[in-house]
C-alpha cells in the first residue's frame, strides 16, 4: 500500500518585475534572431543583447537598498546580521565579477557598425551565444542571491510594521 503524501503543495510565488523583464528581454532574443535571418545580421544586434545584459544589475537594487539601511540593520538579530553581510559579500564579488565579464564580451565587438558578411557570421553567433548564457547564468547566481537579500530584509521589515 502506498504512504500517503500529506505535505501541502508549494505557494506560488509573485513574479517580480526583473523577472517578468528577463522573460520579455528572452522573447526579444528570440525576435532578433528571427529578424536576423530574414534582414541579415547587424553589429548593433550584438551591442543591443549588450545593452539588455547590462540592464540585469538593476535588478539587485532593492537588495542594494536593504544592504545600506542601516535602519534596518537595528532591528535584526545577530545571526541574521551575519547571514546579511555574508550575503551581501558574495553579491559584490559575484557581480564584480558577471561585470567584469560582460566588458570581456563586449570587447570582442565594440565599436563594429554595420552588416556582419559571411565570413564574421560564426564569431556574432558565438558572441550572441556568449551574452545568453551570460544571462542565464545571471538569472541564477546573481538575481537568486539579490532575491533572498531582498526576502531575508522584508522579513525584518514586516517584523518592525
Known sequence: MKKQDNTRAPVRRKITTA???????????????????????????????????????????AANMIIGNTGLHAIMDKDSLNRLVRMAGVLKRDTEHYRASLTAIHQRHAGKTGLVDVFTMVDVINIGNEYQNWIDSFNTVIIGNARDITALGESFIKKAA
Not at 534572431?33 to 545584459?53: C, I, S, T, V
Open 19 to 61: 523577472e517578468k523583464t528577463e522573460r520579455n528581454r528572452a522573447k526579444d532574443t528570440v525576435a532578433t534572431k528571427a529578424a536576423a535571418k530574414e534582414k541579415g545580421m547587424y553589429w548593433e544586434d550584438l551591442e543591443n543583447m549588450h545593452r539588455n545584459a547590462n540592464g540585469l544589475f538593476a535588478a539587485c537594487h
